[in-house]
């Protein structure tokens, strides 16, 4: 999973919240299905060079809203999300899929805000 996941160190987000973003967005989509086990924290913090504290941090954020639960000897794992939280129309995993391409692509996480931003400017005509 943490080959899924950057953190954009350019970005002015906090850390905690990209990666909080990033994993919300795959519970949502379904890339991450209901009781998976996410990585341990130590284990998240160090394949993506960040403080245990961030990704501690990342996890509770997520447990708040009720994304994830972490269980003694169980670890931490994906809750079903409910129809508030799991899109119906595809549209989350589509741009999904955009923004792994291009984070694979080697696009700065700003660039593609701005992109998707610019392009709902166009279309919507705000």
């Known amino acids: 999973m943490s080959h899924w996941l950057r953190v954009d160190p ?14 919300a967005t795959l519970v949502a989509t379904g890339a991450l299905a209901e009781g998976e086990r996410l990585p341990p924290v130590r284990q998240l ?4 060079g960040l403080a245990v504290g961030t990704v501690a941090r990342t996890y ?3 447990e708040a809203e009720g994304l994830v639960a972490t269980r003694r ?11 508030t939280t799991r899109p119906t129309d595809g549209a989350a995993e589509r741009v999904a899929e955009f923004v792994r391409a291009e ?6 996480a700003d660039r593609i805000r701005e992109a998707v931003e610019a392009a709902l400017g166009r ?3 705000g």
């Open 60 to 62: 509770r954020e997520l």
């Open 123 to 125: 279309v919507s005509g």
């Open 10 to 23: 350019a970005d002015p987000t906090p850390p905690f919240e990209q990666l909080r973003r990033q994993i």
């Open 73 to 83: 000897a169980a670890g931490t794992r994906v809750l079903r999300p409910d129809a």
């Open 103 to 108: 984070l694979a692509r080697g696009t700065a």
């Open 45 to 48: 913090a160090a394949d993506l």
